[in-house]
């Protein structure tokens, strides 16, 4: 597909960045910015990208999305050479039987491996195969004992497990396949924004941040609210969409219907002036978004909304189908409405007063 977004997309969703381990999906940020921004990394590796407005006295916008996908980590190894595992992130572990994985040894070589399972020809007859928990999935590396994962493979406890999926583009709709669309969608539309307004005067200062560890509990958010200064915060998500099958009757988050913005989740309740300013924009602008009330679900906004006196912020996003799993869809037309969206506010939000009001 002749697309612009294409490369960078796969770029992102193909590297291993798992939390706490992000410095490769970083160290892609910032090439992409360094020259066009004043790029910077805090200590716990948060990549911040800085766009001074025209006005040293505009609104200061801050945009993020996480780096961080999921994946596991290897708690023990088996005397039979299987890896026992404890995830990183929360998996669904129907989804993960026999789905392929690369396990990062101590040379930093990628191992090709395999979620196990016991298969159902060794069940006792007459039994129901049981939905797997966590704790009883392996990995099968090919190994024949313990000693030959840790002196042949160099396979250790701590060993880091990442999710292996093809990148896919649907050339009949403009749909992309891939794992860990939540969140490298979304740092790639902070890249995607960033080339565009450095490009374009904006009254607004503007700072990009590509936040660590969400994954396992927001904590480079919390680090980062420690230190903005930010009038308004918009979180970019890869939002789990609700349209396939088995999903509610009038699904909310739609593959191909346009950017979600989200009203209420039960760790953040939309910044109402805000929601209504990024409607206006959205209107004025022809750029389709779908509004969402989400049961479950939590973001980096629980800590930036809450930083200093407290920060408008409202959490925005591409929707993704089958999030927090191997392989997940997403629309590119979705895509370009977000970026559309995250352009017009940086570039057209010049007075706090309405927000506030």
Not at 76 to 91: C, V
Not at 161 to 177: I, N, R, Y
């Amino acid at each position: 597909m002749n697309n612009p977004h294409v490369d960078l997309i796969k770029r992102l969703t193909q590297a291993v960045g798992l939390s706490g381990y992000e410095k490769d999906i970083g160290d892609i940020v910032a090439d992409e910015l360094n020259g066009i921004a004043a790029v910077s990394r805090d200590r716990v590796g948060n990549v911040l990208a800085q766009f001074p407005g025209t006005d040293t006295q505009g609104p200061k916008i801050l945009l993020t999305a996480h780096q961080d996908e999921i994946g596991f980590i290897v708690s023990d190894i088996l005397p039979s050479g299987f890896l026992r595992i404890f995830n990183i992130g929360g998996w669904n572990a129907v989804t993960l039987p026999s789905s392929p994985v690369s396990v990062l040894n101590s040379q930093g070589a990628l191992i090709p491996g395999i979620i196990g399972q016991l298969s159902p020809h060794f069940l006792k007859k007459g039994s129901v195969p049981q939905v797997p928990e966590l704790e009883d999935l392996f990995i099968d590396i090919g190994a024949g004992s313990a000693q030959e994962a840790r002196e042949v493979f160099k396979v250790e406890p701590g060993s880091l497990v990442v999710p292996v999926a093809p990148f896919q583009v649907v050339e009949q709709t403009g749909c992309v396949m891939s794992k860990a669309f939540d969140d490298r969608i979304g740092v790639a539309a902070l890249v995607e924004v960033g080339k565009r307004i450095a490009a374009n005067h904006h009254r607004a200062s503007v700072t990009l941040a590509a936040t660590v560890q969400e994954e396992v509990g927001t904590r480079g958010a919390r680090v980062l609210a420690n230190y903005t200064d930010a009038d308004l915060v918009l979180v970019v998500e890869g939002a789990p969409a609700d349209d396939m099958p088995g999903g509610p009757a009038q699904p909310q988050t739609s593959v191909g219907k346009g950017a979600h913005v989200r009203i209420f989740d039960p760790t953040h309740i939309g910044h109402r002036g805000l929601l209504n300013h990024i409607r206006g924009l959205a209107r004025r602008n022809s750029i389709k978004i779908q509004e969402a009330v989400r049961k479950g679900g939590g973001t980096d906004a629980v800590m930036l909304a809450l930083a200093d006196r407290g920060i408008p912020c409202v959490v925005t996003g591409v929707p993704v189908r089958y999030a927090h799993s191997h392989n997940c869809l997403i629309s590119l037309h979705d895509y370009e409405n977000l970026i559309d969206l995250l352009v017009s506010v940086c570039m057209e939000t010049t007075d706090l007063g309405p927000i506030l009001a």
